[in-house]
């Protein structure tokens, strides 16, 4: 049986080590895909750099806790 033309969840997409965002059609950031196992401590450069220019998240900020509304990532 052929796999053409069957749609393809998110994770059946994704390898063990693979990272992925997830954007509304709306341009907004909905969540982010960390492997199991990982931590924000380990997220690629390439989407720390699309997160700080597109999304306004700052990795580096480490007074989160003194944000009275700060933002969550599922």
Not at 26 to 47: Q, R
Request: aromatic content about 8%.
């Amino acid at each position: 049986m052929s796999d053409e033309g069957k749609s393809l969840s998110l994770y059946d997409q994704l390898d063990d080590d693979d990272w992925a965002l997830i954007i509304s059609s709306d341009n907004k950031l909905k969540g982010m895909f960390i492997p199991e196992g990982c931590d924000e401590d380990e997220v690629p450069e390439s989407i720390v750099h699309i997160m700080e220019k597109y999304f306004g998240i700052n990795f580096d900020d480490e007074d989160d806790d003194d944000i009275e509304e700060s933002r969550t990532i599922h």
